[in-house]
């Protein structure tokens, strides 16, 4: 049995992709999100081609709500961590702790949830992670001393920035996990057709949703990727990919020295809780 853990896999390329798993009778699916309904609907969804799927509830930004999830769930060991959860916040928002609400998901919950799975030694050797990010990291750097934006904040700035993170993330972990043989890549999906920014208001939805209609890919390709890098078992880590193939990312990062600062940084808020 392959045991398969999806963050924010109730919705968008993270059910998708779900949905797809759940067609092989070898792959144990576990979907988290931070709703108990979608969670249900997409179980229910998962269970009419697998008896081998469950729904978690942990919301991905709060670092207690992810340090419970790991401590009380008795997880199975691990083949494959997607990171997956995330949002985009136009109006400023804060975590359960306080943590600029983009920030604190899209980057903290991948980290968090990542380092606490490897310490309770729950991802197996030649296992795999596979975080998506996004083409949006183009065009922006990383303020190590305003992480959080607490200047001058703005909602597409911070998402962009998340999306840094978490190809810097990627590669500093990768490095971190060769010896045992752990895989961590990372992905672009494409500008696809889901509910992403639905949880703005009616304006600005409205404005993304207008915006999906150029350019956009429906949710089948925007899933391709990450099943690509699921399906072949590449004997390849630290890398970023995009359509199926590794894929140039920015300048900032490729910076060994950019994701040093950022692990050391995310450790010193994220300590208490590992």
Known sequence: MKNILITGGTS?????????????????LIIVGSK????NLALKELQINSKNASFLKCDLSSLNEIKEFVTINKLPKLDVLINNAGAVFFKKKFSKENIEKTFALNHLGYFLLTNLLIKQ????????????????????????KDLQMKSNYNGWIAYKKSKLCNILFTKKLSQLLKKQNISVNCLHP????????????CFISLGIKIAMRFGVINIDK???????????????????FYKNKISPSSNFSLSKINADKLWDESLKIVSDYL
């Open 12 to 28: 968008g390329i993270g059910l998708n992709a779900a949905k797809r798993l759940s067609r092989d009778p070898k792959n144990n």
């Open 36 to 39: 108990n309904s979608k969670g």
């Open 121 to 144: 030694n729950l991802i197996k050797k030649g296992g795999e992670i596979i975080n998506v990010a996004s083409g949006a990291h183009w065009g922006v750097e990383l303020n190590f």
């Open 190 to 201: 494409g500008f696809v057709e889901t509910q992403f920014g639905s949880n703005n208001n």
């Open 222 to 240: 925007g899933t391709q990727t990450l099943l690509y890098l699921l399906e072949r078992n590449l004997q390849v880590t630290g890398e970023y």
